[in-house]
């Protein structure tokens, strides 16, 4: 390439692969029981694919809701063994872990009284919130979860619509000690492009701690691989902000 050329190419190189991130720490990769992975087979096909994108490790997170997915800690810790012996009879080179991804709805509190919640390492609790309007009770929610020790970890909030003409709203989660994750697959437009938009300004703005790949199926793997070749992903990789490394 000419020196004109370096100078006006602002395109990054394509990333290798997520080596740096060492850690997924949100997918849907126990088979058949919530909308991720429906068989072994397909679990293990998108296992695999993850560890050649150089993830050590992957903490599962099946969604538990008051409705549609009523899961609990035993269903989704049986379910992880089963995982793990198939991870570890196809000899697929990773770390397989699980946690939960709570929905906050009229049947969390129930959950959180219960004291028995799935958390990812030191009591960082994974929760996502309707895509149709925040629960109504969300700030007294969050105060009794951080009351109770816990550290949560916002899923996607660059997808909760109703927040993108009001962006305080994310800043006064943020003032709140509230950590985000983004969905890597945003930045490649998977979504949409205004949920792509909204993830670059939360990047901008530095309020992302976590990246997630939320993988559920084959084409979340295409969307992964796609967001390798974003100018943000570099950003982000590069700014030393993210913190799934201390979850190895």
Do not use: C
């Not at 390492?121 to 919130?129: A, G, H, P, R, S």
């Not at 199926?217 to 691989?225: A, H, R």
């Amino acid at each position: 390439m000419g020196i004109l050329g370096k100078l006006f190419n602002n395109k990054p190189a394509k990333l290798k692969d997520f080596s740096s991130l060492r850690v997924d720490m949100h997918s849907h990769l126990i088979p058949g029981i919530d909308d991720g992975a429906a068989t072994m087979e397909d679990s293990l096909t998108l296992i695999r694919e993850m560890s050649e994108l150089g993830f050590e490790k992957l903490i599962i997170t099946p969604h538990i809701q008051g409705e549609f997915f009523k899961n609990t800690p035993e269903i989704i810790l049986t379910g992880l063994e089963k995982v793990r012996e198939a991870v570890k009879n196809e000899n697929i080179p990773i770390k397989i872990e699980a946690a939960a991804e709570y929905l906050i709805d009229d049947n969390f509190l129930e959950k959180l009284k219960s004291k028995n919640l799935l958390t990812l390492m030191d009591k960082f609790l994974l929760i996502e919130l309707s895509y149709y309007t925040p629960h109504p009770n969300l700030k007294e929610i969050l105060f009794e979860l951080q009351l109770a020790g816990y550290k949560i970890i916002l899923a996607h909030p660059e997808r909760y619509s109703y927040w993108f003409n009001d962006f305080k709203k994310y800043e006064e989660l943020k003032d709140r000690e509230i950590y985000f994750q983004l969905n890597t697959i945003s930045l490649s437009g998977y979504y949409s492009m205004q949920v792509r938009k909204i993830a670059k300004k939360l990047i901008e703005s530095e309020m992302i701690d976590f990246l997630g790949s939320d993988m559920h199926n084959p084409t979340y793997m295409e969307g992964l691989k796609k967001s390798l070749e974003e100018k943000m992903l570099h950003k982000i990789l590069a700014s030393g902000k993210i913190r799934n490394e201390t979850l190895i």
